[in-house]
């Protein structure tokens, strides 16, 4: 199998890129439009084209894949894909796709691509959607009268929710533009005994001001009970003789976590009501940051040594510490856990799991064989105090993975 490379297009591939563009989209071609004059010699000077460079001696670029930025609001537009005959059906096309979602994606979490194609070039309809892109709309007469064009998206909208499907007949355009009208969108291409036929679903919109404000009043609620349960434990701990004083910082630390998340919460709504999404996205995420790690993660570190501490009992330590170690890996090992959901390498987010699952047991050991839990108390402090601010700098929540 041929060993292909993909980089930005140079200004001196430019005349084999033409050369490709002349025989992929010929002139009386209506379901192959080639580019405007001057667009290609355009796209690469603003480092817009991306090449296939087969790798033989010499190297020599066999496709290409030309886009542009539109906007934020609208993200990128693919202007054309073409790979030299020869080449063809060594999947050329689907690795030039891969690295520029690659390459959007480390420009940011979130992008959107958008092309248009005939409904007649079924060899780009199969590759959009082996792409994972979806047809949205269906365009009649899009360049002329008769040159008609499906709309595809990538990706979806999280927001959406698709139904149950039902199989149009790829021919049966007038059919394809009233269901694509009435909301339904083609995700697949299927072969059908009696032909080849487009799977459409119908699609729904969820509305995101709701489920945001539902999000801002569940999370509010939450650290509201967190609040509760330390301002108990932390009653708790005062009057009792013996409590150490580092026990009593560490529930203090939990205490301001959860009134500070509350705060941001509480800001956050404002900003709903406001429509001000950008910044109600980042205080939701940095509320998320200090519930996580200055809530959850210390009420449940902290109950097996307060708990041994109030009831001076061996059995009631080593129990409560093996369940709340046990609780810790399921829940690191379940998905659920926001340190997965923050740009970190996967070694640091391993150590990091691992350090916090076996927390109680080193609780447990400092408190039979050390002189008090002062050092477990210190180093569980500055450890997740030091996540949230490694989020931030990390630049925030993997979105859309």
């Known amino acids: 199998m041929s060993a292909y490379t993909i980089r930005e297009a140079k200004l001196d591939d430019l005349v084999r890129i033409i050369e490709i563009a002349a025989i992929s989209f010929p002139e009386d071609d209506p379901d192959r439009k080639a580019a405007l004059p001057g667009v290609l010699g355009r796209g690469v000077n603003e480092r817009q084209v991306l090449v296939a460079v087969l790798c033989a001696?010499?190297?020599?670029?066999?496709?290409?894949?030309?886009?542009?930025?539109?906007?934020?609001?609208?993200?990128?537009?693919v202007e054309g894909v073409a790979v030299d005959p020869a080449e063809?059906?060594?999947?050329?096309?689907?690795?030039?796709?891969?690295?520029?979602?690659?390459?959007?994606?480390?420009?940011?979490?979130?992008?959107?691509?958008?092309?248009?194609?005939?409904?007649?070039?079924?060899?780009?309809?199969?590759?959009?959607?082996?792409?994972?892109?979806?047809?949205?709309?269906?365009?009649?007469?899009?360049?002329?009268?008769?040159?008609?064009?499906?709309?595809?998206?990538?990706?979806?909208?999280?927001?959406?929710?698709?139904?149950?499907?039902?199989?149009?007949?790829?021919?049966?355009?007038?059919?394809?533009?009233?269901?694509?009208?009435?909301?339904?969108?083609?995700?697949?291409?299927?072969?059908?005994?009696q032909?080849?036929?487009?799977?459409?679903?119908?699609?729904?919109?969820?509305?995101?001001?709701?489920?945001?404000?539902?999000?801002?009043?569940?999370?509010?609620?939450?650290?509201?009970?967190?609040l509760g349960a330390f301002a108990i434990l932390f009653g708790l701990a005062l009057p009792v003789r013996g409590v150490p004083i580092d026990i009593i910082a560490f529930l203090a630390f939990g205490l301001i976590s959860a009134t500070l998340s509350m705060l941001v919460y509480g800001k956050s709504s404002g900003e709903l009501s406001r429509l001000r999404n950008g910044r109600f996205n980042s205080e939701m995420q940095m509320g998320n940051l200090v519930s996580e790690f200055g809530c959850y993660y210390p009420l449940i570190l902290i109950i097996p040594v307060e708990a041994a501490t109030l009831s001076h009992s061996t059995v009631v330590e080593s129990l409560l510490c093996l369940m709340s170690s046990a609780g810790l890996a399921w829940y690191h090992l379940s998905g659920f856990a926001m340190i997965d959901r923050y740009f970190a390498a996967n070694h640091i987010i391993r150590y990091g799991k691992l350090i916090v699952t076996l927390s109680p047991a080193a609780a447990f050991g400092e408190l039979h064989f050390g002189n008090g839990t002062a050092w477990w108390t210190v180093a569980n402090i500055l450890f997740l105090a030091s996540w949230p601010v490694s989020a931030v700098i990390a630049h925030g929540e993997r979105v859309g993975e």
């Open 195 to 226: 032909g080849p036929a487009y799977c459409a679903r119908p699609r729904t919109h969820d509305e995101v001001s709701p489920l945001r404000a539902t999000e801002a009043e569940v999370s509010f609620g939450v650290s509201a009970a967190l």
């Open 88 to 193: 063809r059906g060594h999947h050329v096309s689907h690795r030039l796709f891969e690295d520029l979602k690659c390459r959007l994606r480390d420009r940011a979490p979130e992008f959107e691509i958008s092309m248009t194609v005939s409904p007649h070039n079924r060899e780009m309809i199969k590759l959009a959607f082996d792409q994972k892109f979806f047809a949205s709309d269906y365009l009649p007469n899009y360049f002329a009268e008769g040159q008609d064009r499906l709309y595809f998206r990538f990706p979806p909208s999280r927001f959406d929710q698709l139904g149950e499907p039902i199989f149009l007949p790829i021919d049966s355009t007038q059919d394809h533009a009233q269901r694509m009208s009435a909301g339904y969108v083609l995700t697949s291409l299927i072969d059908l005994p």
């Open 57 to 77: 001696s010499p190297p020599r670029v066999v496709g290409y894949l030309q886009y542009h930025y539109v906007s934020d609001e609208f993200g990128y537009h």
